[in-house]
Antibody
Framework: EVQLVESGGGLVQPGGSLRLSCAVS????????MTWVRQAPGKGLESVSV???????SYADSVKGRFTISRDNSKNMVYLQMNSLRAEDTAVYYC????????????WGQGTLVTVSS | DIQMTQSPSTLSASVGDRITITCRAS??????LAWYQQKPGKAPRLLIY???SLQTGVPSRFSGSGSGTEFTLTITSLQPDDFATYSC?????????FGQGTRLEIK
């Protein structure tokens, strides 16, 4: 059974940093496209960042230069380092597995809430 | 980025009804389109991929169609468990985008 479990969310002040973690079981992160998707309160879904099976990464324009996606193959985990956080980054962040680099996303974690507020 | 627009934003229906939700892309995406179902406080669930392929485990009352810029999700004989929010997503480019969602509520 595939499971994705996010952690690391919380309340942070504007300009602050946070690192999200995604513990994966039932599939190998290094062989898959792993994507962070977020959903602001009452809003639609937004693909934030993907790490390819080959190790390449890409980012939405809204987070480019501030967020960094990475993975630890030995721990089978995916991370999202978020710096220079803004109020508009407030959202539930989901870790997902993409069937291809841009989706569709067939496995999702339960999500972790990030709130950016002073 | 390609914009995805869903209609309607909210749909009221009754158990047993047949409903259709439309998703339009701002440019052609061939059939690189997925549909998701999301319930409050839960993660989205993949229903349909490649516009019309049913994901494993999804009931056959769900179906998708379309290509190019216009797509539809149809649910025949609505069940109580189907009342949720539905979102489309293109994966035609390396910058996938989602529609704003359609909330299906009980009439």
């Amino acid at each position: 059974e595939v499971q994705l479990v996010e952690s690391g969310g919380g309340l942070v002040q504007p300009g602050g940093s946070l690192r999200l973690s995604c513990a994966v079981s039932g599939l190998t992160v290094s062989s898959n496209f792993m994507t962070w998707v977020r959903q602001a309160p009452g809003k639609g879904l937004e693909s934030v960042s993907v790490i390819h099976s080959g190790g390449g990464t890409s980012y939405a324009d809204s987070v480019k230069g501030r967020f960094t996606i990475s993975r630890d193959n030995s721990k089978n985990m995916v991370y999202l380092q978020m710096n220079s956080l803004r109020a508009e980054d407030t959202a539930v962040y989901y870790c997902t597995r993409g069937i291809a680099v841009a989706g569709p996303f067939d496995y999702w974690g339960q999500g972790t809430l990030v709130t950016v507020s002073s | 980025d390609i914009q995805m627009t869903q209609s309607p934003s909210t749909l009221s229906a009754s158990v047993g009804d047949r409903i259709t939700i439309t998703c339009r892309a701002s440019q052609s995406i061939s059939d690189w389109l997925a549909w998701y179902q999301q319930k409050p406080g839960k993660a989205p669930r993949l229903l349909i991929y490649k516009a019309s392929s049913l994901q494993t485990g999804v009931p056959s009352r769900f179906s998708g169609s379309g290509s190019g810029t216009e797509f539809t999700l149809t649910i025949t004989s609505l069940q109580p468990d189907d009342f949720a929010t539905y979102s489309c997503q293109h994966y035609y480019t390396y910058s996938p985008t989602f529609g704003q969602g359609t909330r299906l509520e009980i009439k």
